[in-house]
Protein backbone atom coordinates (compact mmCIF):
# COMPACT_ATOMS: atom_id res chain seq x y z
CA UNK A 1 0.00 0.00 0.00
CA UNK A 2 1.55 3.67 -0.92
CA UNK A 3 2.32 6.34 1.07
CA UNK A 4 -0.30 8.23 -0.11
CA UNK A 5 -3.51 6.26 0.86
CA UNK A 6 -1.38 5.37 4.55
CA UNK A 7 0.70 8.41 5.65
CA UNK A 8 3.56 9.20 8.25
CA UNK A 9 0.65 10.45 10.93
CA UNK A 10 -1.47 7.07 10.89
CA UNK A 11 1.34 4.94 10.90
CA UNK A 12 2.48 6.54 14.01
CA UNK A 13 -0.94 6.06 15.46
CA UNK A 14 -1.37 2.67 14.72
CA UNK A 15 2.40 2.08 15.86
CA UNK A 16 0.97 3.15 19.75
CA UNK A 17 -1.16 0.18 20.61
CA UNK A 18 1.26 -2.42 18.66
CA UNK A 19 4.16 -1.01 21.31
CA UNK A 20 1.70 -1.54 23.82
CA UNK A 21 0.80 -4.79 22.92
CA UNK A 22 3.85 -5.96 22.59
CA UNK A 23 5.58 -5.24 25.39
CA UNK A 24 2.61 -6.92 27.04
CA UNK A 25 2.55 -9.77 24.80
CA UNK A 26 6.62 -10.16 25.95
CA UNK A 27 5.49 -10.05 29.58
CA UNK A 28 2.76 -12.80 29.32
CA UNK A 29 3.00 -15.05 26.23
CA UNK A 30 5.57 -17.31 28.25
CA UNK A 31 3.62 -17.67 31.15
CA UNK A 32 0.38 -18.66 28.47
CA UNK A 33 2.64 -21.36 26.27
CA UNK A 34 3.57 -23.10 29.95
CA UNK A 35 -0.24 -23.23 31.11
CA UNK A 36 -1.40 -24.28 27.57
CA UNK A 37 1.02 -27.03 27.51
CA UNK A 38 -0.45 -27.99 31.38
CA UNK A 39 -3.93 -27.77 29.44
CA UNK A 40 -3.16 -29.99 27.09
CA UNK A 41 -1.38 -32.41 29.88
CA UNK A 42 -4.94 -32.56 31.74
CA UNK A 43 -7.00 -32.92 28.45
CA UNK A 44 -4.40 -36.12 28.14
CA UNK A 45 -5.66 -37.01 31.52
CA UNK A 46 -9.55 -36.42 31.42
CA UNK A 47 -9.34 -38.29 27.88
CA UNK A 48 -10.77 -35.48 26.44
CA UNK A 49 -10.18 -35.49 23.20
CA UNK A 50 -12.18 -32.05 22.15
CA UNK A 51 -10.49 -29.98 25.52
CA UNK A 52 -7.10 -31.34 24.34
CA UNK A 53 -7.60 -30.06 20.72
CA UNK A 54 -8.69 -26.53 21.92
CA UNK A 55 -5.33 -25.91 24.36
CA UNK A 56 -3.11 -27.68 21.76
CA UNK A 57 -5.01 -24.96 19.03
CA UNK A 58 -3.96 -22.15 21.37
CA UNK A 59 -0.79 -23.56 22.21
CA UNK A 60 0.49 -23.17 18.39
CA UNK A 61 -0.56 -19.83 17.72
CA UNK A 62 2.82 -18.72 17.76
CA UNK A 63 3.72 -20.99 14.50
CA UNK A 64 1.77 -18.83 12.65
CA UNK A 65 3.82 -16.06 12.82
CA UNK A 66 7.17 -18.05 11.79
CA UNK A 67 6.29 -16.68 8.42
CA UNK A 68 5.61 -13.65 6.18
CA UNK A 69 4.87 -13.26 2.84
CA UNK A 70 7.57 -13.55 0.65
CA UNK A 71 10.41 -13.29 2.92
CA UNK A 72 11.81 -15.20 5.93
CA UNK A 73 11.92 -13.97 9.68
CA UNK A 74 14.55 -11.51 9.97
CA UNK A 75 14.32 -10.05 13.75
CA UNK A 76 15.61 -12.51 16.26
CA UNK A 77 15.88 -11.61 19.89
CA UNK A 78 19.94 -12.27 21.57
CA UNK A 79 20.34 -15.39 22.80
CA UNK A 80 17.48 -17.55 20.58
CA UNK A 81 18.30 -19.34 17.76
CA UNK A 82 17.05 -18.82 14.16
CA UNK A 83 17.94 -20.49 11.30
CA UNK A 84 18.31 -17.48 8.49
CA UNK A 85 16.67 -17.98 5.25
CA UNK A 86 17.04 -15.61 1.76
CA UNK A 87 14.17 -13.68 1.04
CA UNK A 88 11.38 -15.97 -1.20
CA UNK A 89 12.39 -18.70 0.16
CA UNK A 90 10.69 -19.55 2.96
CA UNK A 91 9.53 -23.19 3.61
CA UNK A 92 8.60 -25.74 6.95
CA UNK A 93 12.71 -26.71 6.47
CA UNK A 94 13.52 -23.21 6.58
CA UNK A 95 11.55 -21.66 9.51
CA UNK A 96 12.13 -24.00 13.00
CA UNK A 97 10.35 -23.07 16.30
CA UNK A 98 10.47 -19.58 17.01
CA UNK A 99 11.92 -19.06 20.66
CA UNK A 100 9.38 -17.93 23.40
CA UNK A 101 11.17 -14.78 22.81
CA UNK A 102 11.31 -13.64 19.74
CA UNK A 103 7.70 -14.50 18.65
CA UNK A 104 6.13 -11.39 19.21
CA UNK A 105 8.88 -9.27 17.31
CA UNK A 106 7.52 -10.95 14.03
CA UNK A 107 4.00 -10.86 15.42
CA UNK A 108 4.10 -6.70 15.43
CA UNK A 109 6.04 -6.77 12.21
CA UNK A 110 2.50 -7.94 10.93
CA UNK A 111 0.27 -4.44 12.50
CA UNK A 112 3.24 -2.41 11.14
CA UNK A 113 3.17 -3.79 7.42
CA UNK A 114 -0.81 -1.88 7.76
CA UNK A 115 -3.87 -2.42 8.66
CA UNK A 116 -4.75 -5.15 6.27
CA UNK A 117 -2.00 -7.68 7.80
CA UNK A 118 -3.51 -7.02 10.93
CA UNK A 119 -6.72 -7.78 9.84
CA UNK A 120 -5.04 -10.86 8.37
CA UNK A 121 -4.11 -11.44 11.98
CA UNK A 122 -7.20 -10.63 13.59
CA UNK A 123 -9.49 -13.21 11.10
CA UNK A 124 -7.02 -16.50 12.07
CA UNK A 125 -7.20 -15.58 15.80
CA UNK A 126 -10.68 -15.58 15.84
CA UNK A 127 -10.89 -19.49 13.64
CA UNK A 128 -8.69 -20.78 15.68
CA UNK A 129 -10.35 -19.27 18.66
CA UNK A 130 -14.01 -20.82 16.97
CA UNK A 131 -12.47 -23.91 16.22
CA UNK A 132 -11.27 -24.96 19.45
CA UNK A 133 -14.32 -23.48 21.27
CA UNK A 134 -16.45 -25.86 18.93
CA UNK A 135 -14.54 -28.83 19.60
CA UNK A 136 -14.55 -28.23 23.38
CA UNK A 137 -18.20 -27.67 23.76
CA UNK A 138 -19.05 -30.39 21.69
CA UNK A 139 -19.40 -34.10 23.21
CA UNK A 140 -18.88 -37.43 21.39
CA UNK A 141 -21.74 -39.41 23.41
CA UNK A 142 -23.38 -42.70 22.76
CA UNK A 143 -27.19 -43.09 23.36
CA UNK A 144 -28.49 -47.04 24.07
CA UNK A 145 -32.68 -47.38 23.88
CA UNK A 146 -33.14 -51.29 24.86
CA UNK A 147 -29.62 -52.19 23.81
CA UNK A 148 -29.57 -50.28 20.53
CA UNK A 149 -26.61 -47.86 21.11
CA UNK A 150 -26.03 -45.01 18.70
CA UNK A 151 -23.49 -42.52 18.42
CA UNK A 152 -24.07 -38.96 19.00
CA UNK A 153 -22.41 -35.94 18.45
CA UNK A 154 -23.94 -32.72 20.63
CA UNK A 155 -23.96 -29.50 21.87
CA UNK A 156 -26.28 -29.68 24.48
CA UNK A 157 -25.25 -29.75 28.52
CA UNK A 158 -27.20 -32.41 29.88
CA UNK A 159 -28.56 -35.80 29.66
CA UNK A 160 -32.34 -34.88 29.22
CA UNK A 161 -31.33 -31.99 26.68
CA UNK A 162 -29.35 -35.03 24.30
CA UNK A 163 -32.73 -37.10 24.20
CA UNK A 164 -34.54 -34.02 23.47
CA UNK A 165 -32.72 -33.04 21.10
CA UNK A 166 -33.01 -36.84 19.24
CA UNK A 167 -36.39 -36.77 19.83
CA UNK A 168 -36.40 -39.93 22.21
CA UNK A 169 -39.93 -39.34 24.41
CA UNK A 170 -39.37 -41.31 28.10
CA UNK A 171 -42.44 -43.51 29.09
CA UNK A 172 -43.64 -43.18 33.01
CA UNK A 173 -41.95 -46.36 33.53
CA UNK A 174 -39.24 -46.27 31.42
CA UNK A 175 -35.55 -46.38 33.13
CA UNK A 176 -32.99 -43.62 32.56
CA UNK A 177 -29.31 -44.10 33.50
CA UNK A 178 -27.60 -41.44 34.56
CA UNK A 179 -30.31 -39.23 36.00
CA UNK A 180 -32.30 -36.31 33.36
CA UNK A 181 -30.27 -33.83 34.90
CA UNK A 182 -26.47 -34.85 34.72
CA UNK A 183 -23.79 -33.05 32.90
CA UNK A 184 -22.68 -34.42 29.43
CA UNK A 185 -18.79 -35.21 28.67
CA UNK A 186 -17.12 -36.76 25.79
CA UNK A 187 -17.99 -40.64 26.31
CA UNK A 188 -21.17 -40.12 28.29
CA UNK A 189 -23.71 -43.35 27.82
CA UNK A 190 -26.84 -42.83 28.08
CA UNK A 191 -29.26 -46.03 28.90
CA UNK A 192 -32.73 -45.74 27.95
CA UNK A 193 -34.86 -49.06 28.95
CA UNK A 194 -38.27 -49.13 28.14
CA UNK A 195 -41.06 -50.46 30.41
CA UNK A 196 -43.43 -53.65 29.05
CA UNK A 197 -46.39 -55.21 31.31
CA UNK A 198 -46.43 -57.99 33.32
CA UNK A 199 -49.01 -59.92 34.22
CA UNK A 200 -49.91 -60.56 37.83
CA UNK A 201 -52.33 -63.43 39.15
CA UNK A 202 -53.09 -63.87 42.61
CA UNK A 203 -55.97 -64.65 44.85
CA UNK A 204 -58.43 -65.25 41.78
CA UNK A 205 -57.59 -61.51 40.63
CA UNK A 206 -55.18 -60.17 37.85
CA UNK A 207 -52.86 -57.27 37.91
CA UNK A 208 -51.23 -55.92 34.86
CA UNK A 209 -47.99 -53.86 35.71
CA UNK A 210 -45.82 -51.54 33.45
CA UNK A 211 -42.43 -52.05 34.33
CA UNK A 212 -38.45 -52.60 33.58
CA UNK A 213 -36.67 -55.06 34.15
CA UNK A 214 -36.65 -56.60 37.46
CA UNK A 215 -36.89 -60.04 39.69
CA UNK A 216 -39.97 -61.64 40.49
CA UNK A 217 -39.85 -60.60 43.92
CA UNK A 218 -39.76 -57.09 43.49
CA UNK A 219 -42.65 -57.12 40.76
CA UNK A 220 -44.58 -58.69 43.43
CA UNK A 221 -43.88 -55.71 46.57
CA UNK A 222 -44.42 -53.46 43.77
CA UNK A 223 -48.16 -54.95 43.63
CA UNK A 224 -48.54 -55.61 47.38
CA UNK A 225 -49.27 -59.13 47.15
CA UNK A 226 -47.88 -60.82 49.75
CA UNK A 227 -46.07 -64.56 49.43
CA UNK A 228 -46.65 -66.86 52.38
CA UNK A 229 -44.09 -69.80 53.15
CA UNK A 230 -45.74 -72.29 51.71
CA UNK A 231 -47.31 -70.43 48.23
CA UNK A 232 -45.73 -71.18 45.34
CA UNK A 233 -44.64 -68.63 43.01
CA UNK A 234 -44.13 -69.54 38.92
CA UNK A 235 -41.85 -68.26 37.69
CA UNK A 236 -39.44 -68.44 41.17
CA UNK A 237 -39.13 -64.91 43.52
CA UNK A 238 -34.89 -64.53 41.77
CA UNK A 239 -36.14 -64.66 38.27
CA UNK A 240 -35.51 -61.59 36.25
CA UNK A 241 -38.65 -61.10 34.18
CA UNK A 242 -37.15 -58.88 30.89
CA UNK A 243 -39.82 -59.35 28.81
CA UNK A 244 -43.44 -59.78 29.06
CA UNK A 245 -45.25 -62.67 30.60
CA UNK A 246 -47.38 -64.28 33.05
CA UNK A 247 -46.77 -64.36 36.85
CA UNK A 248 -48.77 -66.56 39.18
CA UNK A 249 -48.91 -67.00 42.90
CA UNK A 250 -50.41 -70.22 43.90
CA UNK A 251 -51.65 -69.91 47.54
CA UNK A 252 -51.23 -73.48 48.93
CA UNK A 253 -52.90 -74.53 52.17
CA UNK A 254 -52.32 -77.24 54.71
CA UNK A 255 -54.47 -79.34 56.83
CA UNK A 256 -54.13 -82.08 59.47
CA UNK A 257 -57.04 -84.30 59.97
CA UNK A 258 -58.00 -87.45 62.34
CA UNK A 259 -60.02 -90.52 61.00
CA UNK A 260 -60.32 -94.12 62.56
CA UNK A 261 -60.16 -96.78 60.06
CA UNK A 262 -61.26 -100.54 60.92
CA UNK A 263 -58.92 -103.51 60.59
CA UNK A 264 -60.76 -106.20 59.02
CA UNK A 265 -59.77 -109.08 60.42
CA UNK A 266 -58.85 -112.12 58.54
CA UNK A 267 -60.17 -115.90 58.53
CA UNK A 268 -57.72 -118.87 59.68
CA UNK A 269 -58.39 -122.61 58.54
CA UNK A 270 -57.68 -125.96 59.96
CA UNK A 271 -58.33 -129.54 58.86
CA UNK A 272 -61.18 -131.06 60.79
CA UNK A 273 -61.04 -134.96 60.38
CA UNK A 274 -64.64 -135.08 61.54
CA UNK A 275 -66.36 -132.65 58.99
CA UNK A 276 -67.35 -133.81 55.07
CA UNK A 277 -65.24 -131.85 52.95
CA UNK A 278 -66.79 -128.94 52.07
CA UNK A 279 -68.42 -128.14 55.31
CA UNK A 280 -66.98 -125.86 57.62
CA UNK A 281 -66.97 -125.00 61.77
CA UNK A 282 -66.19 -121.74 62.75
CA UNK A 283 -63.87 -122.03 66.01
CA UNK A 284 -63.51 -119.09 67.25
CA UNK A 285 -64.97 -115.53 65.95
CA UNK A 286 -62.88 -112.84 64.62
CA UNK A 287 -63.29 -109.39 65.65
CA UNK A 288 -61.77 -106.35 63.42
CA UNK A 289 -59.65 -103.88 64.71
CA UNK A 290 -59.08 -100.01 64.87
CA UNK A 291 -56.45 -98.02 63.45
CA UNK A 292 -56.01 -94.37 64.04
CA UNK A 293 -54.53 -91.99 60.80
CA UNK A 294 -53.32 -88.75 60.77
CA UNK A 295 -53.84 -87.48 57.55
CA UNK A 296 -52.25 -83.87 56.02
CA UNK A 297 -54.18 -82.44 53.08
CA UNK A 298 -52.32 -79.64 50.59
CA UNK A 299 -54.72 -77.45 48.82
CA UNK A 300 -53.63 -75.40 46.06
CA UNK A 301 -55.72 -72.43 45.50
CA UNK A 302 -58.47 -74.39 47.28
CA UNK A 303 -58.49 -77.31 45.60
CA UNK A 304 -57.43 -80.43 47.08
CA UNK A 305 -54.51 -81.88 45.49
CA UNK A 306 -52.37 -84.03 47.74
CA UNK A 307 -53.18 -86.60 51.28
CA UNK A 308 -50.69 -88.24 52.48
CA UNK A 309 -50.28 -90.11 55.79
CA UNK A 310 -48.03 -88.51 58.26
CA UNK A 311 -48.99 -90.50 61.36
CA UNK A 312 -50.49 -93.94 61.69
CA UNK A 313 -51.31 -96.05 65.08
CA UNK A 314 -53.47 -99.28 65.65
CA UNK A 315 -56.02 -98.91 68.62
CA UNK A 316 -56.65 -102.20 68.42
CA UNK A 317 -55.54 -105.04 66.66
CA UNK A 318 -57.78 -107.06 64.96
CA UNK A 319 -58.33 -110.80 66.10
CA UNK A 320 -58.46 -113.64 63.35
CA UNK A 321 -61.12 -115.64 62.74
CA UNK A 322 -60.71 -119.60 63.20
CA UNK A 323 -62.32 -122.28 60.53
CA UNK A 324 -62.43 -125.71 60.82
CA UNK A 325 -62.36 -127.12 57.22
CA UNK A 326 -63.76 -130.94 57.00
CA UNK A 327 -61.55 -133.78 55.37
CA UNK A 328 -63.91 -136.67 54.88
CA UNK A 329 -64.37 -137.88 51.63
CA UNK A 330 -66.13 -140.53 51.38
CA UNK A 331 -69.74 -141.73 54.06
CA UNK A 332 -72.16 -144.18 54.35
CA UNK A 333 -76.19 -143.93 53.81
CA UNK A 334 -79.14 -146.74 53.59
CA UNK A 335 -75.83 -149.39 53.96
CA UNK A 336 -74.31 -147.65 50.67
CA UNK A 337 -70.91 -146.21 50.93
CA UNK A 338 -70.79 -142.83 49.06
CA UNK A 339 -67.70 -141.17 48.05
CA UNK A 340 -68.35 -137.29 47.90
CA UNK A 341 -66.93 -134.53 46.43
CA UNK A 342 -68.41 -131.68 49.05
CA UNK A 343 -71.31 -131.42 51.32
CA UNK A 344 -73.18 -128.43 51.80
CA UNK A 345 -76.24 -127.22 54.14
CA UNK A 346 -78.85 -126.29 51.89
CA UNK A 347 -82.14 -124.36 52.34
CA UNK A 348 -84.25 -127.12 50.57
CA UNK A 349 -87.99 -126.92 48.75
CA UNK A 350 -90.51 -128.69 46.92
CA UNK A 351 -92.18 -128.14 43.41
CA UNK A 352 -94.34 -130.52 40.98
CA UNK A 353 -95.61 -130.73 37.48
CA UNK A 354 -95.77 -127.58 35.84
CA UNK A 355 -96.27 -128.72 32.09
CA UNK A 356 -92.82 -127.20 30.90
CA UNK A 357 -89.88 -128.97 30.35
CA UNK A 358 -86.28 -128.70 32.63
CA UNK A 359 -83.53 -126.20 31.95
CA UNK A 360 -81.88 -129.56 30.56
CA UNK A 361 -84.65 -130.23 28.29
CA UNK A 362 -86.03 -133.21 29.39
CA UNK A 363 -89.71 -133.68 31.37
CA UNK A 364 -89.42 -133.78 35.21
CA UNK A 365 -89.53 -136.75 36.94
CA UNK A 366 -89.23 -137.24 40.38
CA UNK A 367 -85.53 -137.33 41.49
CA UNK A 368 -84.40 -134.37 39.39
CA UNK A 369 -83.44 -131.35 41.50
CA UNK A 370 -83.16 -127.22 40.43
CA UNK A 371 -80.10 -125.81 41.79
CA UNK A 372 -77.68 -122.42 41.05
CA UNK A 373 -75.59 -123.43 38.34
CA UNK A 374 -73.16 -121.49 39.90
CA UNK A 375 -72.71 -123.33 42.80
CA UNK A 376 -73.64 -126.97 41.39
CA UNK A 377 -73.20 -127.43 37.81
CA UNK A 378 -76.19 -128.70 35.72
CA UNK A 379 -75.50 -132.85 35.62
CA UNK A 380 -74.06 -133.42 39.10
CA UNK A 381 -75.16 -136.16 41.16
CA UNK A 382 -76.72 -135.47 44.52
CA UNK A 383 -77.99 -137.41 47.38
CA UNK A 384 -80.12 -135.12 49.61
CA UNK A 385 -80.85 -135.87 53.01
CA UNK A 386 -84.36 -136.98 53.67
CA UNK A 387 -85.15 -137.25 49.73
CA UNK A 388 -82.61 -139.72 48.12
CA UNK A 389 -80.62 -139.55 45.13
CA UNK A 390 -81.22 -136.98 42.66
CA UNK A 391 -79.37 -135.62 39.74
CA UNK A 392 -79.13 -131.47 39.06
CA UNK A 393 -81.17 -131.14 35.79
CA UNK A 394 -83.18 -127.70 36.61
CA UNK A 395 -82.89 -123.70 37.20
CA UNK A 396 -85.13 -121.99 38.86
CA UNK A 397 -85.36 -117.96 39.19
CA UNK A 398 -85.87 -117.86 42.96
CA UNK A 399 -83.18 -120.98 43.22
CA UNK A 400 -80.34 -118.76 44.08
CA UNK A 401 -77.26 -119.73 46.00
CA UNK A 402 -77.51 -122.79 48.85
CA UNK A 403 -80.84 -123.30 47.40
CA UNK A 404 -82.48 -126.42 46.27
CA UNK A 405 -85.70 -127.35 45.02
CA UNK A 406 -86.71 -131.03 44.46
CA UNK A 407 -89.18 -132.21 41.94
CA UNK A 408 -92.52 -134.42 43.49
CA UNK A 409 -94.97 -136.27 41.96
CA UNK A 410 -97.68 -134.71 43.20
CA UNK A 411 -99.03 -131.28 44.68
CA UNK A 412 -99.44 -133.00 47.76
CA UNK A 413 -96.22 -134.26 48.56
CA UNK A 414 -94.51 -130.60 47.40
CA UNK A 415 -96.65 -129.38 50.46
CA UNK A 416 -96.03 -131.85 52.93
CA UNK A 417 -92.04 -131.35 51.93
CA UNK A 418 -92.14 -127.68 52.70
CA UNK A 419 -89.17 -125.72 53.29
CA UNK A 420 -86.39 -127.44 55.44
CA UNK A 421 -82.66 -127.64 55.76
CA UNK A 422 -80.99 -130.64 54.63
CA UNK A 423 -77.43 -131.55 54.35
CA UNK A 424 -76.89 -132.12 50.61
CA UNK A 425 -73.69 -134.61 49.10
CA UNK A 426 -72.08 -133.91 45.63
CA UNK A 427 -71.09 -137.00 44.49
CA UNK A 428 -68.22 -138.26 42.36
Not at 191 to 214: C, E, I
Not at 290 to 304: C, N, P, Q, S, V
Not at 362 to 389: C, H, K, N, Q, T
Amino acid sequence: MSDGKFGTEQRRRLSQPVQKAKSLADGIWPGIQQMMQHMIEFGKSLGSRSFEGWARAWSMIPTLFQKREGSAIRRHEPGATMPVAVAGEVSDDTVSTVPSGAWYAHFTGWFQGGPQKAWIVAVVLLLLSGWGGYHWMENQIIIDVDGNPMKVSTFKKTVSEALAEKEIVLGEKDRLEPEPQTKLADGTVIKVTRAFSVNVWADGKQKVLLTTPRVVKDLLAEAQIEVKPLDRVEPSLETLVDQPQKVRVIRVRQKEITTEQVIPFRVAQQSDPNLERGLRRIVSRGKNGLERHKARITYEDGKEVRREIVEQKVIRPPVNQVVAMGTIDHVSRGGLDLHIKEARYMSATAYTHTGNNTASGVYPEVGMAAVDSSVIPLGSRLYVEGYGFARAMDRGGAIVGDKIDLFMETNGEARRWGKRNVKVYVLK
